[in-house]
């Protein structure tokens, strides 16, 4: 794609005057009226107060927005607004690669990226689309006070439902689609996912969130020689829901750049989750896109660098996340996978009757097995579990009953009718193993991770001999090991602990399976 030049993207952040905060939504309303030209009761000196702010780079009425409107109270709507430094750096690399006539923010909001877009791109038609009502109206406001209300419109409509007359050159797709998901996704609008989808030859989830139902609306609308930059949660790039998502970046809009923002980073600062910039080219010709995976805020910008990966590639992978790791080197380490098997914990089916509790019928203490049944028992271990630790006690029945002596059986049995009047028996898990009762948790695992968590995973010592449920893997040497081996495997482990690359989901949830722990490298000696 034909690249423009260098453009001014926006009065920088520490020259953005400050505004008088607004705490009503009705004094919101009045300020937006009267930006607009209207006539208004609510002070003029607000009015340019909140005017000054805008054209100095500022967006007073988003951030008052948000200041009124709780996050809860935004979220059925999606509406998750872009800190200005990531709308800035999006715009700017949009500024290298296109020269758009029109640029088009499928859900608007505030128009902060109108508003970098309409500096960036002084001739450009600017298109903003928002079903809030509030939110257009600020939008408005915005683009008036900004003077660029002359070529700018917002259209109150679903971004699904918008059409585009021919523009007489290239389109640029600019925002941060609203984060829905699937739950709060009306019928009529999955079926128009799969519908649209089926008549590309593409499979759609019913599990999609609203910003892949976004990413396929402008597929419909694009056309070769558009461009396009959207920031929206990652977990479609590595989930079986984000499959659609994937096959149209690697396929008709052209991913020509990815830039996964580290779990750890708050991109938002009013919302758990785990961003990711996708930017891409329609009709272009690129063998490969460039992969990065940024671990700072401060180093976003430029959106430049990362690991190519060749486009028949990407659409071959059903994970994205861990190609944009930068390629290994030698004296990188050996994979995990090579010295232990990793094992997922055993699942109950029913831990409300499986960890044992103050409401349990007494049982022998041989059958009531501590057991790591919470994340946080690992991250409050540190770096052992120590005999004697606080864990609860999972049972674990034989799976033949007539080993135990009378009273033991007894106990038991009185046990089994007690959990099958809490439905233990009932449950798909207890269904499909014989007996249904026998949990038959694994051995102890020497080293014990963490399997999900907003954090990198935790690799704890076990020298207490603890089994573990399902929200911890186990790590079972393939050779013996001596306790020094393993004390220094577990060093090595949480020295490689930050590089961990699994499923992430909203939130900055990192899921971990056992072949993605297993494909850890880690750099051991002897």
């Not at 990531?86 to 088009?104: G, L």
């Not at 002359?150 to 918008?162: K, S």
């Not at 997922?344 to 019928?361: F, K, L």
């Not at 102890?444 to 911890?472: D, E």
Request: glycine share 10%.
């Amino acid at each position: 794609m034909k690249a423009g030049g260098p453009r001014h993207t926006g009065a920088l952040r520490s020259g953005v005057e400050r505004a008088p905060a607004i705490t009503r939504e009705g004094d919101l309303v009045a300020v937006c009226r009267a930006l607009l030209g209207g006539r208004s009761a609510v002070q003029r000196e607000l009015v340019d107060d909140c005017a000054a702010a805008i054209r100095s780079g500022g967006d007073p009425l988003g951030d008052a927005l948000c200041a009124i409107r709780s996050p809860a109270a935004r979220r059925p709507l999606g509406a998750t607004y872009t800190p200005w430094p990531i709308v800035e750096a999006m715009i700017r690399w949009a500024t290298q690669r296109v020269d758009p006539v029109r640029v088009i923010d499928p859900g608007c909001g505030s128009g902060r990226f109108l508003l970098a877009a309409g500096r960036a791109f002084p001739r450009a038609e600017l298109v903003g689309v928002e079903i809030d009502p509030l939110a257009a109206a600020l939008a408005r406001a915005n683009l008036a006070a900004a003077g660029l209300a002359d070529r700018a419109r917002v259209v109150e409509r679903d971004y699904r439902e918008l059409a585009l007359v021919p523009a007489g050159g290239a389109s640029l797709f600019a925002g941060n689609p609203p984060y829905v998901r699937h739950h709060a996704i009306a019928p009529r609008w999955k079926a128009w996912l799969r519908e649209r989808a089926a008549a590309r030859g593409l499979a759609a989830s019913q599990l999609a969130g609203l910003h892949v139902h976004f990413l396929l609306a402008t597929a419909e609308l694009a056309r070769p020689g558009d461009a396009g930059i959207f920031i929206t949660a990652a977990e479609w790039l590595d989930v079986g829901y984000g499959r659609l998502a994937r096959a149209l970046l690697s396929g008709p809009l052209g991913l020509v750049r990815l830039d996964l923002l580290d779990p750890v980073l708050r991109a938002f600062p009013d919302a758990q989750a785990t961003a990711v910039i996708c930017a891409f080219e329609v009709g272009g010709e690129q063998p490969a896109a460039r992969l990065r995976r940024v671990r700072s805020l401060a180093r976003l910008d430029p959106l430049a660098g990362g690991r190519p990966v060749a486009r028949a590639r990407l659409a071959s992978e059903p994970r994205w996340s861990a190609l944009a790791a930068p390629p290994r080197k030698a004296g990188d380490g050996i994979e995990l996978g090579e010295l232990c098997r990793v094992h997922r914990g055993q699942v109950t089916g029913a831990n409300q009757v499986w960890i044992a509790s103050e409401e349990t019928p007494p049982l022998p203490p041989a059958l009531l097995i501590p057991a790591v049944t919470r994340a946080r028992e690992l991250f409050a271990a540190g770096i052992e579990l120590r005999p004697g630790a606080p864990l609860r006690r999972v049972i674990d029945l034989p799976g033949e009953l007539d080993g135990l002596a009378a009273s033991e059986r007894a106990a038991v049995e009185r046990f089994l009718a007690w959990a099958r009047r809490r439905g233990a028996d009932r449950p798909y898990v207890a269904r499909h193993r014989s007996p249904w009762w026998a949990v038959r948790l694994l051995p102890p695992a020497p080293i014990l991770v963490t399997y999900m968590a907003r954090r990198p995973p935790a690799f704890v010592r076990n020298p207490a001999g603890a089994r573990h449920l399902n929200i911890a893997h186990g790590l079972y040497p393939r050779q013996p090991m001596t306790p020094d081996a393993l004390d220094a495997l577990a060093v090595a482990l949480r020295a490689a602990a930050g590089s961990a690359t699994g499923r992430t989901y909203a939130g900055g949830l990192l899921k971990l399976e056992p072949r993605e722990i297993e494909r850890l490298r880690v750099r051991v000696s002897g």
